[in-house]
Structures are given as structure tokens and as C-alpha cells.
């Protein structure tokens, strides 16, 4: 096993490096951190209604939570389909531990590309006052963002796993959403009825948002969360529990995916998309 995941350490470092030097798939990770960092520039001088904190700094540290939520299920949903599509996925079940290899290889690709997204987006952080980020604030995101994405790649992988295709992966947008803006990321938990505040607190959404505004917000403001604090032991312990569970499981939901899989599916997949592009 130790062997299976170094293998998929290197090879997901191969795949980051070849996404990398491709145009395209830059163009499509910088281009909305770009234009997130030109809408907190709009930002500037304004506050949150009925506040004096800065709206721009609350947005930021929202933006940074999507932008990593987004990344661990949406495009490792996409990534799924797409090699289920051009038979990656069907060489790696041909590989002894290849399930394993390739969940392992895509959580680098994956968090690899979502932290140069959030990159590309701390020059905001220059934009916008009221943000706070001391040691202990460095110290949360060192193992808050690591365990973000431990917690919400196996979620992508389990979700796309239903998918066959990029095209139909769109149907899964608008449940992602919704749990997103019931999170708390964008707007209070708070004002939120009770009982889709339990819903919120069940998903890694809500932890990981409430994880980024105590590293990055002033202390002063856990008075507005729930509990009054920022609950930094339950954010670990849950999404702890997400990472853990979704490791466990989905290299098996993988494994079952990919027995389906086989050449002739594979080339009727293939000719189904020549088909549509006119091909």
C-alpha cells in the first residue's frame, strides 16, 4: 500500500506539472481569482450594512473558502468524468491498488491547482482592510487548509463517480451551490432558520468557512458565529471525520465504478461525443 501511494504522489505531481504548462487550464484557474481581486478593488471604503467592518475583507475570506470548497468536489468531479470519458480511469483499474494510486495522484493535482488559485487571490488581501493574520491565525491555516481538502476531494470523487460525462456533471452544480450558501461562507449562519443551521453544520462547508474567518478575521467577530467562538476543536474533529470516512470509502465506490468499465464502453462513449460535436 505504501508503494501504491508513492506511486500516486508521483504521478499526481506529473499531472500538476503537464496542467501547469498548459495555457488553457490556466487560463481557467487564474481567470475568476482575477476577477475576484478586481471586485474586491470595487470593495475598497465600503462596510457591511449596520457595521464598520470592511465588506471587502469579509468577501475575501469567503472567496479563499469557496475557491477550496469548489475545488475539492467540483473539479475533482470533473477531472473523474474526464477520465472516465477518455479511458484513464479504465487503465488505472488495470493496475493493481490503482484506485487507491489514482485517488491519491488526483488529491495533488487537485489541491495543488486550488492552492494557486488561492494564491493568485492574497493580492486581494492588499485591497481591503480589516482582515487580521497573526501566528495563531498561520498556525490554523497550516493544518485548517491540508485537512479542507483531505475533507472535500473524496466527495468529489464519490460524486462524480455517478457521472459519466463533463456534460451531464453540470446537473450536480446547483446542490453544491445550495449547500454552499447555506454554509455560512457568504452570509450569517446565524439568520439562517435553526434547522438549516444543523443541515449546514453537517458538511465541511460550514468548518471550513468558519476555520478561514478565525485565521484571517478579528477575534472580536466570533461573537456573531455560533456559540459565540470559533470552535476551532470541533472544525478539526469534523472535518477530520469528513477526511477520514471519505479515504476509507472511496477508493471502494472506485473500484465498484470502474468494473463497468471496459473498452467497448469506453469507445461508444467516445463516439456518442464525436457525435455531438458534428464529428
Not at 495533488?108 to 486550488?114: D, K, Q
Not at 497550516?142 to 456534460?167: H, K, M, Y
Amino acid at each position: 500500500m505504501t508503494r501504491v501511494i508513492r506511486l500516486g504522489l508521483t504521478r499526481g505531481g506529473v499531472e500538476l506539472r503537464q496542467t501547469l504548462t498548459n495555457g488553457a487550464d490556466l487560463f481557467g484557474y487564474l481567470l475568476p481569482a482575477l476577477l475576484l481581486v478586481g471586485t474586491l478593488a470595487l470593495m475598497r471604503g465600503s462596510t457591511i450594512p449596520g457595521t464598520s467592518f470592511a465588506l471587502g475583507a469579509h468577501t475575501f475570506v469567503s472567496s479563499l473558502g469557496l475557491l477550496i470548497a469548489l475545488s475539492g468536489v467540483m473539479t475533482m468531479a470533473q477531472y473523474l468524468a474526464m477520465d472516465r470519458e477518455d479511458g484513464t480511469l479504465l487503465r488505472a483499474k488495470a493496475t493493481p491498488g490503482g484506485m487507491v494510486g489514482y485517488l491519491t495522484g488526483k488529491i495533488v493535482v487537485v489541491a495543488g491547482v486550488g492552492l494557486i488559485s488561492c494564491v493568485v487571490v492574497l493580492p486581494g488581501a492588499f485591497l481591503v482592510d480589516g482582515l487580521s493574520l497573526g501566528v495563531s491565525g498561520a498556525l490554523i491555516l497550516l493544518w485548517l487548509v491540508p485537512l479542507a481538502f483531505l475533507a472535500t476531494i473524496p466527495i468529489g470523487a464519490v460524486l462524480g463517480s455517478l457521472f459519466d460525462n463533463v456534460r451531464t456533471l453540470s446537473m450536480m452544480m446547483l446542490p453544491i451551490f445550495g449547500l454552499t450558501a447555506i454554509s455560512g461562507i457568504f452570509y450569517p449562519i446565524t439568520a439562517l432558520p435553526g434547522w438549516l443551521q444543523g443541515v449546514a453544520q453537517i458538511f465541511p462547508m460550514y468548518w471550513l468557512g468558519l476555520g478561514l474567518r478565525s485565521a484571517l478575521l478579528p477575534d472580536a467577530l466570533a461573537a456573531v458565529e455560533l456559540g459565540g467562538s470559533w470552535r476551532h476543536l470541533a472544525t478539526f474533529a469534523v472535518l477530520g471525520v469528513w477526511a477520514a470516512a471519505g479515504l476509507a470509502l472511496a477508493p471502494g465506490i472506485l473500484r465498484r465504478m470502474a468494473r463497468r468499465e471496459s473498452g467497448s464502453v469506453v469507445a461508444a462513449r467516445r463516439e456518442r461525443a464525436m457525435t455531438r460535436m458534428g464529428v
